[in-house]
């Protein structure tokens, strides 16, 4: 199992976003983590994990991904997500640790039963994903405090994708070079950037 990071400040990026495109972005984030997509994702895939797959022309529009020939590319968001090599390195360190302790190796979630029974060990597969778990160590005792081991170093940094730069602002002939630019419009609060804002969210 993987992990899609939002930072605290991702509802307030998404705000002019519709409901429609907000959650094909966030469906977008965790599909390509689930399976190791490093943010690319097949157009033709979308309809298997989007519950509304039309939006993508918003996010398109937006910034938030671009349109590149029969792929989407996820740029909003890009740079917290961990790289497909960095998860695979990890798995392996995790099957390893798992090793060591005498656990079973676990099938992919995927192959997973919905139904099956929790079990003593069934907070390890949540527990190991975590970012500071990618070290080769084991457990001291019953606790989740790991004791590191010869053999590997432990993982400090989690290799990301850099974000591709900000969509520029709407507005036309805006001189703001600013960050966070939300919905295609900066923060400048002047006449034509908030009859702007009203036209794309009149209960602004």
Known sequence: MTWTKLSD????????????????????????????????????????????????????????????????LIRHHARYQRSREAVIRQQAVNKQNRAKRGLPQKPPRELMSLNAESDDDSIDESFDEQDWTGQAGIRTDNSKHIKPVGGLAPITNWETRPIPAAPHCRVPDC?????????????????AHTALRLQHNPAA
């Not at 001189?175 to 006449?191: K, L, T, W």
């Open 9 to 72: 400040d991702f509802t307030d990026d998404t705000w002019n976003l519709s409901d429609a495109a907000f959650r094909l972005h966030l469906e977008g984030l965790v599909w390509s983590n689930r399976k190791l997509l490093d943010l690319r994702i097949p157009k033709a895939e979308v309809r298997r994990f989007g519950k509304n797959p039309e939006a993508a022309a918003e996010l398109v529009e937006h910034g938030w991904w671009s349109d590149d020939g029969s792929f989407y």
């Open 175 to 191: 001189p703001a070079d600013v960050e966070g630019i939300r919905g295609g419009i900066c923060p400048v609060q002047d006449s």
